[in-house]
């Protein structure tokens, strides 16, 4: 085959006829199964029902008139409920899981003719940024299978940068759409909160929890994403509001100066020490081709922002706590084999299901909500989440997209840093901020360090205002490379 | 009105309530899904219901309504802001690990309710009402049997139809004084969100439930330690179980202890509380804002969209039976026990041709005496009462124009009820019958029918002054010996003779047209 392997690329041939829905879809399975010894980036492969799908897709394609994703294969995150397929969360409490239902997004896409080709390895509940808390074991980094691809949405980025599917969901709950499409060189956005509903997503933190897309540009991001988003009933925090329609904003004519008139904040604060010298470097100079592209650099501060990592590891556990507790045992998922009583079948049916990090993390939230703690950590850290967001509007009044490296390292050695969570806990320095504003985010490949690993620059904008960021991200691409180059080995 | 057992000299009881009332809607909560009562284990229990991974609660807007016409109906202050909480426990009939509740900010905060006491109304300070869902139901017992089989005998099983069943928690200040005063509460309370149509009120379907904070302190004492009596879910045992923990603490402070705070259950076979857990094991439920559900606001608009679908409330109409009726106080408090049993007195009340003091007092007498044995003794509900209220004033206004006797007009009603709930039981709605049970526009053919039953029963009262004369000189001339005693200065021997008026006329003479017949012919003749 051909035909480029992106979403915008296959829709279009599949749309054209040059090729079907089988045949892309066929291609993917293969690639897919030929990467898992390498990257164990999936937890569920469905041939069968891909390409059942598919074979759909192809008789919708031959009467004309199917909608715009009709056959492109898709794959997701295996914290979003997919009806008859198993949903695991990457734990062993939900190792045997199938959904009775489809998450909102999930069939949102299935409506938009994707076909599913499989679920994709994560962190436990979306509790990580390595992915090396997988109950299916760690994914490789297609750009070096020793190092981490990111996560949580590890699975999803090592995916779509070894090209196995175009585009695969994920969800950002602290970056974990950005961070892992950073280290993995590709481009993943994470709406504002409330532009996707959230049923069927697993909950680890309900008021950060946000479903994102990995892909390998902001143009199919945004074919994704308007198939995607929409307001949903069953959503209380989902948004009422008009669709956008990203793409076609995308696809209008620009000059050679597009981004003429784009204010682009730099915060003090991301630039400080603390960032590798490679990715400084290479933000640098992607930055010099923003401006070269028309926009305009301006220094803005964000002084509480320093304070966001705390902020955030006392309030997502928190939530996470009380989001978790429905996993006892009692209706679905794991049991516990034998035990003496209700508490009895409580603790063990937990010890067992959960992982060290999932663990860790309701011990935190647990801790934070206690009487005689929560004044002085639940009720602070939501004070000062208010004041986040209140630094965040100021500076966006003053600039239309803040911009900054999207993690401060590229992807680590697998298992460096599973004894130092809190070391782990620090790379999301940079990501954590868009969860507690709820502000949209996107991260974009812009280099490489000298290891030959991806570089990501983040572009964080205005409450629904993604149209600002994947255009920025659209003329950076349309003018760089970053995002084209594959990783050795998975070429086609 | 107290039972005394308690009431020692020197000692006050002091009582707070906290009621969870079900409000009466189709879906639960945050779901979809049917809060009908009684259906088979787990069939109303939807995704949501049942906690599955991924699914999200959605407030239900005729829930947030009924609470906000309890605030508005009590005279409480609706928040605009309200915050719905999670309070957090393990249990296997919470499916979610927590329960979504309001914790720091309810919808309604203040009101206050007047309730009966001896001197008149006392007013009841209401200190908050919240929003919340109810747990499932675990069954330890009597399992259905392919139940049973899955999880053998000593299994339990856990039901979660009732799981999300929306609930409004009204809490009391510790304003009762007495366990009858408690009961009192309860039952006004009960009659009160049953009259604005928030709650069936249905007590034996736990749709009216009862939690009591009991504590006791000498006259003019701070506050004792309380003790909360769990789940009492009808009048008499709250004022049973009162009593005995006002008691119980009493006796152990007078014999040198102290009152423990914990939760007690209240055991109606012993007609004892028992302790269930004290303070010290209490868990901390570890409440937060529920992440999912954003602040819930209220505007102006569905606030005065409530007030204006609110129905006239129980204290105007007992104002205005007393000052526009002439009903005493305590008739009032009566006809007014609920929506309907006042709606049917005012609706015989209006079908009165004349509309004054007596006429009121009357219906009223009727609909509390006759009207409501019948309906006790029958248990049939008021709006299917087989004598309808236009019937009933048809009935009255024969005794008023002096066309049947009071006793007559008992026999009239019964013999139509009885007529009516045989029709109506038998499915076999003959003609007259179906005239009977038709109200207000029916007046036409009621009137007929009540006509047409007087005369069948032949209970039309003689007034005719020429067929009572008859009657009168004939008992004059048979009783000869007793018009001398009269005459002789016994006063009593007058009655006598009216009594042997009556019975020659077979009850049908009209009483005081036969008195004053007699008392003019002993007179004149005397």
Redesign the interface.
């Known amino acids: 085959m051909t035909e480029p392997f992106t979403v915008a690329g296959l829709a279009a041939a599949l749309h054209a006829r040059r090729i079907s829905s089988v045949e892309a879809t066929q291609e993917s399975l293969a690639r897919i199964e030929a990467a898992q010894p390498a990257l164990n980036a999936f937890v569920t492969i469905d041939h069968e029902g891909a390409l059942a799908a598919a074979r759909a897709a192809d008789v919708t394609l031959a009467r004309g008139a199917a909608p715009p994703l009709a056959g492109v294969p898709l794959a997701h995150k295996d914290v ?2 997919t009806a008859g397929l198993p ?1 695991t ?1 990457a734990s062993r409490m ?1 190792a045997d ?1 199938v ?3 489809d ?1 909102h997004v999930v069939a949102r896409l299935r409506d938009a003719g994707t076909t599913l080709v499989g679920k994709t390895n994560m962190d436990e509940f979306a509790m990580g940024s390595s992915n090396e808390n997988s109950h299916f074991g760690p994914v490789g980094n297609p750009w070096n299978a020793a190092r981490i691809p990111g996560g949580s949405s590890g699975g999803s980025a090592a995916a779509v940068a070894a090209r196995l599917v175009p585009a695969a969901t994920g969800t950002d709950t602290g970056g974990s759409v950005r961070q892992p499409a950073a280290m993995c060189g590709v481009t993943g956005i994470k709406p504002t909160y409330g532009l996707c509903s ?6 680890f ?3 950060f929890d946000t479903p994102g897309v990995l892909a390998q540009n902001a143009e199919d991001c945004a074919l994704v994403l308007d198939a995607m988003a929409g307001h949903d ?5 989902s948004v009422d509001r008009a669709p956008a329609d990203f793409t076609r904003l995308l696809r209008r004519g620009a000059g050679a100066r597009p981004l003429a008139g784009l204010r682009i904040g730099l915060p003090r604060e991301y630039f400080d020490a603390g960032v590798a010298p490679d990715v400084a470097k290479a933000v640098e100079a992607a930055l010099a081709e923003l401006r070269a592209l028309g926009g305009e650099t301006v220094a803005i501060e964000l002084p509480t922002v320093g304070h966001a990592i705390p902020v955030y590891y006392v309030l997502a556990p ?2 996470a ?2 989001n ?5 045992g ?3 998922g794991h049991r516990a084999a034998a035990y003496a009583d ?1 508490d009895d079948l ?1 603790c063990r049916t937990r010890a067992e299901g959960f992982g060290p990090e999932v663990k860790r993390r309701i011990l935190i939230g ?1 801790y934070v ?3 005689g703690y ?1 004044d002085a950590y ?1 009720l602070k850290a939501q004070q000062v989440r208010r004041l986040i967001s209140q630094d965040f509007a100021h500076a966006l009044a003053r600039c239309d997209v803040i911009a900054g490296p999207t993690t401060p390292a590229a992807a680590f050695a697998l298992g460096t840093r599973v004894a130092d969570p809190l070391a782990m806990y620090l790379g999301d320095i940079f990501t954590v901020a868009a969860n507690l504003t709820g502000l949209p985010a996107i991260s974009i490949p812009c280099g490489f360090d000298a290891d030959g690993l991806p570089i990501g620059m983040q572009l964080q904008g205005r409450h629904f205002d993604e149209a600002t960021l994947l255009d920025a991200a659209h003329r950076f691409q349309r003018a760089t490379d970053w995002h084209r180059l594959v990783p050795s080995g998975y070429g086609r | 009105m107290s039972r005394a057992g308690h009431a020692r000299i020197g000692w006050e009881v002091v009582v707070g309530i906290e009621t969870h009332v079900q409000l009466s809607t189709a879906s639960k909560m945050f779901s979809g899904a049917s809060t009908a009562f009684g259906a088979a284990p787990n069939v109303n229990a939807c ?1 949501v219901d ?10 239900n807007r005729g829930a947030i309504e009924r609470a906000l016409a309890f605030g508005l109906a009590i005279g409480g202050t609706i928040n605009r802001e309200s915050v719905f909480a ?1 309070k ?1 426990y ?1 249990y ?1 009939d919470l ?4 329960q979504i509740s309001q914790y720091e900010r309810p919808i309604v905060t203040g009101g206050a309710l007047s309730i009966a006491s001896d001197d008149g109304e006392r007013s009841i300070r209401l200190t908050r009402a919240h929003l919340e869902e109810d747990a499932g139901k675990s069954l330890h017992e009597g399992l259905p049997q392919e139940a049973e089989a899955a999880v053998g005998r000593d299994g339990s099983g ?1 039901d979660l139809n009732r799981a999300g069943t929306p609930l409004l928690e009204i809490v009391s200040e510790p304003d009762l004084r007495s366990a009858a005063e408690a009961a009192a509460y309860a039952r006004r309370l009960h009659a009160f969100v049953t009259w604005i149509g928030i709650c069936d009120g249905n007590l034996q379907e736990g749709s009216f439930r009862c939690d009591a904070n009991v504590s006791v302190r000498r006259e003019g004492a701070p506050l004792g330690t309380r003790c909360e009596i769990k789940n009492l879910n009808s009048f008499r045992f709250l004022e049973l179980a009162i009593d005995y923990e006002a008691r119980r603490q009493i006796e152990l402070i007078e014999d040198g202890g102290s009152v423990r705070q914990e939760t007690r259950l209240y055991d109606a076979g012993r007609n004892e509380t028992r302790p269930m857990r004290s303070k010290e094991d209490a868990q ?1 439920y ?3 804002p ?5 602040p819930l606001a209220i505007d102006e608009d569905w606030i005065e969209r409530v007030r204006t679908s609110l129905p006239e409330l129980p204290d105007a109409v007992r104002a205005r039976l007393v000052t526009e009726h002439g009903i005493t106080h305590y008739d009032a408090q009566q006809l007014t026990a609920s929506r309907e049993l006042a709606e049917y007195y005012e609706r015989a009340a209006a079908a009165l041709p004349a509309h004054d003091a007596a006429g009121f007092k009357l219906v009223a007498n009727w609909v509390l005496g006759e009207f409501s044995a019948a309906r006790n003794r029958d248990d049939v509900p008021i709006e299917r009462a087989p004598v309808a209220p236009a019937l009933l004033a048809d009935i009255l206004r024969h005794v008023t124009d002096g066309t049947i006797s009071v006793s007559a007009a008992k026999t009239l009603f019964n013999e139509m009820w009885n007529a009516a709930l045989r029709g109506a039981t038998a499915g076999n709605v003959i003609g007259i019958v179906s005239g009977l049970v038709e109200t207000g526009s029916a007046t036409a053919s009621t009137s007929s029918s009540v006509d047409a039953m007087i005369e069948s029963l032949g209970l039309r009262q003689v007034s005719d002054v020429g067929e009572l004369e008859a009657l009168v000189d004939a008992v004059i001339a048979a009783q000869s010996a007793v018009v001398a005693e009269f005459r002789g200065g016994r006063e009593k021997a007058f009655n006598a003779l009216v009594g042997q008026v009556m019975k020659a006329s077979r009850g049908k003479a009209n009483p005081g047209r036969v008195s004053a017949l007699l008392k003019a012919k002993l007179e004149r003749s005397g």
């Open positions: 979003l409920m949903t969360c939900l899981y959904a009775p239902y998450a959230r049923y069927g997503l697993v909950a933190a309900s008021s009933a069953r959503d209380a925090t928190a939530e706590s009380s978790l507790s429905r996993f006892d009692v209706r679905y209700l409580y647990t909500l206690s009487r929560y639940y | 995704a049942l906690a599955l991974p991924g699914v999200l609660p959605v407030p999670r957090n393990f296997p499916p979610k690990g927590y856990i901390d570890r409440y937060f529920d992440p999912d559900l954003p």
